[in-house]
């Protein structure tokens, strides 16, 4: 009763799986064929559309636009985002609660309207379309993701730490830079990279906030409302590749040093 | 020699602690380090000030100011404002919502699709959710939870397109399909309500997973197993016990998961055809031209976040009544 209860589960797990991965698998061997017509059957392979993509200027621009794009904003994003975490995670002040909203507000407005919002303001504000106003869009609409990760681990902070550093003399400032600072290095870590993915896999707010120079997710949204091609494939398979590896990296680096840490 | 031992008896713990770290103690005795630090530390109340005035003035500006300006314009009767002229407020950019039945049918259907797709993936997760937190070892369980978030960390556009192939008229599961015999012409999955669904579930599924496997691994299993030594059922077992304890996972999960998908433009876009405008079509639709329909587009912008909060508040409130019905 039990194990046939436990067989549908895993049933629904594993068809769960497959659901997830055939059609990125599916993308990626389309990747290698040899024909512009994207379908099965496949009758012989290719890397052509690989070396194609690697002489298209266009191409390698905006994959390193993309990237400066995400490093910029990720910089910003990770400042705030621990300030913020340091004053909320330390004493309850009058009109927290207030505070947490207005922090959490960029990561739970729906995409597109957040984009707009972020659209009319950068006009107001006389911040033109382009590179300056989408890093900033990025950099405000990551930070709530920095200080709940950062809030999460300060909690954890032992308080006997910054008290035996502020008994042996040490004043405030420097217990936070010497105590709170590298007991975060790993969540502020783990959140850069987070933030990178996010800026470097966001489309709405590049769409709405970009001049004519495209980030990478804004071209292939491009080339696709063009038609399909076997070189978006090739792209979008080493755009997938980069994420997937810098993702699982920095999953690993934080589950072992958390685990680090528990001992 | 002697005198320096004398020295040394005499050494505070600052003092010990300065020697010990050069670069620190030097800095901590910089002039301009004193007074800066003199300046912040001068009293709790003035360093709680500092601390907080930059992220205060950084979440008013920078987190609400957009919403702020964006209600603004919307009542605004044209933008940008012409020079000299003063600014003229009217809400007839609401009233063009509610006047025109045109714009009705993309913004309802953005919500019935939302919920529907909503109720899709917690059907589709809970069980997978329920299977990790429940049959699977701890060690295997972070593996396997792992598998699941490695398509997440790519991005909405690459899933789309992934989608794209899979459901396409040559893709796999038209040729699945047919290598089993049962259709002899490929089913059109492609452009319809359908195609969409399958690509915001997709996209949208580990938003509702991770929020039902925190809540079912908190679940402790003597709770399931005290039930089933006094008789109950895998059915009355699971009405009463497990899913009134994950009600709080299964309704943030939601709250999320409606929240994000009646804000994707770009999958709609790809996924979807003329039948499935969805409403932030219709607000982009405004803002691809110059600024004069701005005003209007961030009144339906405005409409449509107010009805999408509207909604997940008496949802968050349902949950809450339900939960302490039950418990």
């Known amino acids: ?263 | 020699m002697p005198e320096y031992k004398v020295g040394l008896e005499n050494i505070t713990t600052k003092d010990a602690y300065l020697n010990s770290r050069p670069i620190w103690g030097r800095i901590i005795n910089f002039y301009f380090y004193k007074i800066f630090l003199n300046f912040i530390t001068f009293s709790p109340r003035r360093q709680f000030l500092i601390l907080a005035a930059f992220p205060i003035v950084w979440l008013l500006t920078q987190h609400l100011g957009p919403m702020l300006q964006m209600l603004r314009v919307s009542l605004l009767e044209a933008y940008p404002v012409a020079e000299g002229t003063p600014h003229s407020f009217t809400i007839d950019n609401y009233i063009r919502f509610f006047g025109d039945y045109i714009f009705w049918m993309p913004f309802f259907r953005t919500l019935i699709f939302a919920t529907i797709f909503t109720v899709c993936t917690l059907v589709l997760t809970y069980p997978v959710a329920y299977y990790l937190a429940r049959h699977v070892s701890r060690k295997n369980q972070m593996l396997m939870l792992l598998i699941l978030l490695i398509p997440f960390w790519v991005g909405e556009i690459v899933r789309t397109y992934a989608i794209m192939i899979f459901l396409g008229n040559t893709g796999a599961v038209n040729l699945v399909l047919k290598w089993f015999g049962l259709i002899e012409r490929p089913i059109p999955f492609m452009y319809t309500g359908f195609s969409m669904g399958v690509g915001i579930v997709y996209l949208t599924a580990l938003y509702m997973l991770l929020p039902l496997y925190s809540a079912l691994e908190k679940l402790p299993k003597s709770y399931t197993e005290v039930a089933a030594d006094l008789g109950a059922g895998a059915w009355v077992r699971f009405r009463k016990i497990t899913l009134p304890l994950t009600l709080e996972g299964i309704s943030s999960g939601c709250i999320l998961v409606f929240l994000i998908s009646t804000g994707f433009y770009a999958t709609p876009v790809l996924l979807g055809g003329p039948s499935t405008t969805v409403f932030a079509e219709t607000i982009a639709g405004f803002f691809h031209y110059a600024g004069d329909e701005w005003p209007t587009g961030a009144a339906f912008a405005v409409i449509m976040f107010l009805t999408a909060l509207i909604i997940t508040f008496l949802f968050y409130r349902l949950m809450k009544v339900l939960r302490k019905g039950d418990t």
């Not at chain 1, 690989?50 to 794009?69: A, H, K, R, T, V």
């Not at chain 1, 300030?83 to 922090?103: C, D, N, Q, T």
């Not at chain 1, 001049?211 to 978006?232: C, H, K, Q």
């Open chain 1, 1 to 263: 009763m039990v194990s046939r209860n436990r067989i549908i589960l895993s049933c629904t797990y594993w068809a769960f799986v497959l659901y997830i991965f055939i059609p990125l698998i599916l993308m990626i061997v389309m990747g290698f064929k040899d024909s512009k017509f994207i379908g099965f059957p496949i009758k012989s392979w290719t890397f052509d559309w690989y070396i194609s993509i690697f002489s298209d200027y266009e191409i390698i621009y905006s994959f390193g636009y993309s990237i400066l794009i995400a490093i910029f904003s990720t910089l910003i994003s990770v400042i705030i985002g621990t300030w913020i975490a340091v004053l909320l995670e330390g004493r309850k002040f009058w009109g927290w609660s207030p505070v947490f909203g207005l922090m959490i507000l960029p990561a739970l407005v729906p995409g597109i309207i957040s984009a707009i919002a972020f659209r009319i303001y950068a006009r107001w504000l006389g911040i033109e379309p382009g590179m300056g106003a989408i890093i900033w869009a990025h950099a405000v609409h990551n930070v709530p993701f920095v200080t709940i990760v950062v809030m999460a681990r300060l909690s954890t902070l032992p308080k006997s730490q910054i008290e035996a550093a502020r008994d042996l003399g040490a004043d405030p400032l420097l217990t936070f830079i010497r105590i709170t600072l590298p007991y975060l290095i790993p969540a502020i870590l783990g959140a850069s990279i987070f933030c990178l993915l996010l800026s470097f896999d966001d489309f709405v707010r590049s769409f709405f906030l970009g001049d004519y120079n495209a980030t990478l997710p804004v071209l292939i949204f491009a080339m696709l409302r063009s038609g399909m091609s076997p070189e978006i494939n090739a792209i979008a398979t080493i755009a997938l590749i980069l994420t997937a590896a810098i993702g699982i990296w920095a999953e690993r680096f934080t589950r072992k040093t958390n685990k680090d840490n528990k001992i």
